[in-house]
């Protein structure tokens, strides 16, 4: 897949990074947690990061995985962010201690809206084919929490066995409040036909109608590399 550079003045590279801790390390895994992006401070040319729960078995429920989490890490620079996929305390410990580990590498080509008050830059043109990906992140507003749960699922659901759609996780940073998604899909194509159909739709204009969100951030990254395993299927 050939990417177009835009002219910006930063080349900037997103890191996710998935891991499924084993048994015997599930303390560690759980204080990666608690710790959250303190332990990145170090990490060079580090512009934003995150450090994620998910949902059970992978997925978009409310009762959280005891072993999957991520980590979303943003680099002003494709040479800093190898760098910490390949020399990284962090990364050691997540290869030494997790049965599975799925890292993707990417750089967005939409942004719309923020996280903790920051926004990732458009530094490629649209991709001609794939793979592409997609994240969604949101805090629901408390007193909307409720009906956003209650359009979630069916939404949820209809992604795992979207056409097209290699990969698909539910993340977050905290329980019921504070929630994202990450897709991995096949083409624009297939990611658009989801978004623009069915349950997501509805969801997406039931949102926008009853205000549920605080703030919210999407992203549509270029793919430039996913490897490892994640929920035993093999990338790379």
């Known amino acids: 897949m050939n990417l177009v550079l835009m002219d910006v003045p930063c080349d900037q590279v997103t890191v996710l990074v998935l891991a499924d801790i084993a048994p015997l390390h599930r303390l560690w895994g759980w204080s990666r947690i608690v710790k959250g992006p303190l332990s990145l401070r170090p990490q060079a040319q580090l512009r934003f990061s995150k450090v994620l729960g998910s949902g059970f078995d992978g997925g978009f429920g409310l009762r959280p995985s005891a072993s999957r989490q991520g980590l979303f890490a943003v680099f002003s620079s494709l040479g800093a962010a190898d760098d910490f996929i390949d020399h990284s305390d962090v990364m050691h410990g997540y290869r030494e201690r997790a049965a599975e580990v799925c890292v993707v590498k990417l750089r967005a080509w939409s942004c719309r809206g923020s996280w903790d008050g920051e926004s990732l830059l458009s530094t490629v043109a649209p991709p001609g084919s794939g793979p592409v990906a997609a994240l969604t992140r949101a ?98």
Do not use: N
């Open 139 to 236: 805090s629901i507003a408390l007193r909307k929490a409720p009906a956003f749960w209650r359009h979630a699922p069916a939404s949820q659901t209809a992604l795992e066995v979207a056409p097209g759609c290699q990969l698909a996780v539910g993340l977050g940073e905290a329980p019921f409040l504070r929630q994202a998604t990450f897709s991995l899909w096949d083409s624009v194509a297939a990611m658009d036909a989801y978004a623009r159909s069915g349950p997501h739709l509805e969801a997406i204009k039931a949102a926008t109608r009853e205000q549920y969100f605080t703030e919210s951030m999407f992203v549509r990254f270029a793919t430039l590399s996913i490897q490892g395993t994640w929920k035993g299927r093999h990338y790379g």
